[in-house]
């Protein structure tokens, strides 16, 4: 199982660039990387996902190293509604993956005035 | 274009009883996970419902049972409740065959168990 490591708890302030890194040095080869934001009382929801390099949206991006055993998701200019625990997950490619993918106790990003 | 939909949003049961959540996949979706969220930490998986048949499961009892319809929505049963069943139970679709397997959750289903 390709277990994740990243920080408790973060803060910072509404306007700020924030990066949240999360360790995976035992990633496999067919392993994506995914990262999730969850409100409380509410279900997980899907931010971005990358395989290696730099991902890019509307909301975020995703940058992976060569040897991919890291990822760092960056929230451009925060504001108060991204106060949420954030989710890095790692999974192969195959529908049969759920079982593999631990979600552990993830970041709680907490952002202040 | 729905997304993943659970009912009900509350619940409130008794030791002992029996307890059924449904969920509904987002359109499109044709795979549906299920997961217990207690306060605090993250999801745990439960199992993985795919073509009306259990494909995969976590480290959860006998007591935890599901169900897949044609229409691919899905229910998930547990018998003899326990007080540390008390969590928010989410449901996740995907599509098999889609990049990375990408879970779609829906908002949850609240048991407390007294």
């Known amino acids: 199982l390709a277990k994740t490591t990243q920080p408790i708890s973060m803060d910072s302030y509404e306007g700020q660039e924030v990066n949240i890194t999360c360790s995976h040095n035992n990633i496999a080869t067919n392993d994506y990387i995914t990262w999730y934001q969850q409100f409380p009382s509410q279900g997980p929801r899907f931010i971005i996902q990358?395989?290696?390099t730099k991902v890019t949206n509307e909301v975020a991006s995703l940058f992976i190293p060569a040897d991919r055993k890291s990822s760092t998701l960056s929230l451009p200019r925060v504001s108060l509604s991204d106060t949420a625990v954030y989710y890095c997950l790692v999974g192969d490619m195959e529908y049969s993956s759920a079982s593999k993918i631990i979600f552990g106790s993830g970041t709680r990003l907490s952002i202040r005035p | 274009d729905a997304g993943v939909t659970q009912s009900p949003t509350h619940l409130i049961k008794t030791r002992g009883q029996q307890v059924t959540l449904r969920c509904s996949p987002k359109s499109g979706h044709d795979t549906v996970s299920w997961y217990q969220q207690a306060l605090g930490q993250g999801p745990q998986f439960i199992f993985q419902y795919y073509e009306e048949e259990e494909r995969q499961r976590g480290n959860f009892p006998d007591r935890f049972s599901g169900h897949q319809f044609p229409n691919y929505s899905s229910e998930l049963n547990v018998n003899a409740l326990l007080l540390g069943d008390s969590a928010l139970y989410l449901c996740a679709s995907s599509l098999v065959g889609g990049q990375g397997e990408t879970q779609y959750f829906g908002p949850g289903t609240r048991l407390l168990v007294l």
């Open positions: 990358g395989y290696k």
